[in-house]
């Protein structure tokens, strides 16, 4: 066994892995797979309807929001976001803090007036603060990323718009902490982060918010008419969709997003404890207050590749694999999601201070 740190598709919880494969070839005694079942039909329709309705009761959502299975992945959301919300004022505003915030605000230029609130910085390595921040009062939304996956920026705050709607990317870091849903007009998230395998985002849409699609918006990408079919308008990524509901029963096993909360808290500040008494062996670019408690990137001896090589070969020769970071800011990355358990970072943790102890000598 391994123990996986990839920043995405992750790891999945184990027990959910061992149910999805007792369950692969004969499903509830039906004698087929879900993979082969129609999406009509009243065995699929019931997991569509539970998946939504434990994504509902983790995060307290208000009745008064649609909850959309979506296929397009984050980078489809990018767009949609822009093709239903954008047309009311024709112009939206995007707080860009990394490497995702920025391609969803490069999309959207696509479609409208979009700005930036503050200027883009050369590395992503803190968030401005609010006081600094330029707001459109025109801006049909205000964007942003709630963390940034690439670069390891995570809010510890909620924006405040004056009464703009905000529309939030939580891809990476979602369910990992309570949130308050009515401060949002819509969030997204793809799944392959935290909650299940890559093919399907899901999106929590305040009901104001829907109705005002630009004419050009294909009807799979048109939250009225995803709603209007309960995330059924067409052939859904079934098999998909029932492995990200398993792992919403995983999540409820264990605490909810309280629970995932705590123990994201615990395992990162477990690793940032490390490099922060490394003597400037371990380096995180990104200020205290907004390191992430999901992607935790940092450089080996001031970037030091011949090093940073050797520990990832070391590492992966004791078992764990996908710490490479992302090729734009190189170095280290270890993603410390949902189905990653303390003892998995007890175990990194181990093996970079004896890396560390190893190269002092
Ligand atoms: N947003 C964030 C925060 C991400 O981390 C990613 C992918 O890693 C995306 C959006 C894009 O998602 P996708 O690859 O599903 O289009």
Avoid at 291 to 298: C, D, E, V
């Amino acid at each position: 066994m391994v123990i996986n740190f990839a920043a995405g598709p992750a790891k999945l919880p184990e027990e959910v892995l061992k149910e999805v494969q007792q369950e692969l070839t004969d499903y509830n005694n039906t004698g087929m797979s879900i993979m082969e079942m129609s999406h009509r039909g009243s065995v699929y329709l019931k997991i569509n309807e539970d998946a939504m309705k434990s994504c509902r009761e983790l995060l307290k959502v208000p009745e008064n929001y649609k909850i959309l299975l979506m296929q397009g992945g984050g980078s489809g959301q990018f767009a949609a976001v822009c093709m239903n919300l954008m047309g009311k004022t024709g112009s939206a505003d995007y707080a860009v803090t990394g490497t995702w915030s920025w391609k969803a605000y490069k999309e959207a230029q696509k479609y409208g007036n979009a700005n930036l609130v503050f200027p883009k910085p050369e590395n992503f390595t803190t968030i401005p603060p609010q006081n600094e921040w330029k707001l459109n009062p025109n801006a049909s939304y205000l964007y942003y990323c709630d963390n940034e996956t690439v670069d390891g920026v995570e809010f510890n705050f909620v924006p405040e718009t004056n009464g703009i709607p905000l529309v939030c990317d939580m891809s990476s870091n979602f369910m990992s902490r309570s949130i308050d849903v009515s401060k949002f007009g819509l969030i997204f998230a793809g799944a392959q982060k935290n909650v299940g395998p890559a093919g399907v985002t899901v999106i929590i849409v305040r009901e104001d918010m829907i109705g005002n699609a630009m004419k050009i918006t294909p009807s799979v990408f048109d939250y009225m008419d995803v709603a209007k079919n309960n995330s059924v308008s067409n052939t859904p990524p079934t098999f998909i969709i029932y492995i990200m509901s398993r792992v919403f029963e995983w999540l409820k096993r264990n605490d909810g997003v309280e629970g995932m909360s705590k123990l994201a808290q615990k395992k990162s500040q477990l690793i940032y404890g490390t490099i922060n008494k490394s003597n400037g062996f371990y380096t995180c670019p990104v200020d205290e207050q907004y390191r992430s408690r999901m992607n935790l990137p940092f450089r080996i001896s001031g970037g030091d590749e011949a090093l940073e090589k050797e520990f990832l070969q070391k590492a992966e020769k004791a078992g764990m694999v996908q710490l490479k970071g992302h090729r734009s800011v190189g170095g280290i990355r270890a993603s410390l999601y949902n189905a990653i358990s303390f003892e998995n970072t007890e175990t990194l943790n181990k093996f970079m201070n004896e890396f560390y102890e190893g190269k002092k000598l």
